[in-house]
Each structure stands twice: as structure tokens, then as C-alpha cells.
């Protein structure tokens, strides 16, 4: 296993863990690009978003959620979030495990791209 998420998912690279359950992991971005810099993973090993199955879409559903639950208890609920999944080389995906980035604390870019 060398994909450095399963990893952490292992607790074989320690990371501090926000939260997690029998389906899902979150833990801070090493190199946060904002205050609140969030990583929300799957503990399956999905590649990228264009490897979802039908079958996922109720863990999609539920990272979703407690990336809303996560900007609730980092007080960033009121001034406002995004949530990121880069898919692939042009997107800038460098992990090939499906993640979503909780990005909020500061005024964010106006540039999707
Ligand atoms: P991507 O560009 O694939 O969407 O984002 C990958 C993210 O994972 C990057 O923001 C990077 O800083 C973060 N990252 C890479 N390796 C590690 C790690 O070992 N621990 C943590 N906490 N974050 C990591
Ligand atoms: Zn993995």
C-alpha cells in the first residue's frame, strides 16, 4: 500500500484526526493554503472523483455533510467556505485518493481556475 491516504487511514502516517467513523476520515491539510485547510476522505481507496461508483455516493453524501459540521465547529460557518475536489492532472490532483478540501478563514480567490 503505498497511496500515503490509506496510510493515514492505516494510522500507519500519523496526522492529527478531526474526525472520523467506519467510512470516512478528516484530518488538517499539511500544507494548509488557508486557516482552515480540512482534507475529507473516503477510507476506501477511490483514485478520483471520475472513479466514483454509484455505490459512493452515499459516503459523497455524508463527506459533504460534515465538511459543512467541520466549518461549523471552525467558526466558519457564518464567513464562509468552499469545498474542492481536484480530478486529475489539469485539476492539480497530486493524491490518487478521492478528497475533499474544506478551504475557509480568509477571503478566498476569485478565480475558479
Ligand atoms: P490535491 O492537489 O491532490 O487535491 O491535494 C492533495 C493535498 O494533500 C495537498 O493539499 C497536500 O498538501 C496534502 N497532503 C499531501 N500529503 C499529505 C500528508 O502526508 N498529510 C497531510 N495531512 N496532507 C497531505
Ligand atoms: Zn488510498
Redo the contacts with the bound molecule.
Keep these: 500500500m503505498d497511496c500515503?491516504f490509506c496510510q493515514?487511514v492505516a494510522g500507519k502516517?500519523p496526522?492529527q484526526i478531526l474526525y472520523q467513523d467506519e467510512e470516512i476520515v478528516a484530518?488538517?491539510?499539511?500544507?494548509p493554503l488557508a486557516p482552515t485547510h480540512v482534507?475529507i476522505i473516503p477510507k476506501k481507496h477511490i483514485p478520483s472523483l471520475a472513479h466514483l461508483s454509484e455505490a459512493d455516493l452515499p459516503v459523497m453524501g455524508r463527506m459533504v455533510k460534515l465538511a459543512n459540521q467541520l466549518a461549523q465547529r471552525g467558526g466558519i460557518s457564518q464567513s464562509g467556505y468552499r469545498l474542492v475536489i481536484?480530478c486529475g492532472g489539469d485539476a492539480?490532483?497530486?493524491?490518487p485518493h478521492l478528497?475533499l478540501?474544506l478551504l475557509g478563514g480568509r477571503r478566498l480567490s476569485d478565480a475558479l481556475g
Excluded: C, E, K, T
Design positions: 500515503i493515514i502516517v496526522s484530518f488538517p491539510d499539511i500544507r482534507l481536484n492539480g490532483q497530486i493524491v478528497h478540501h
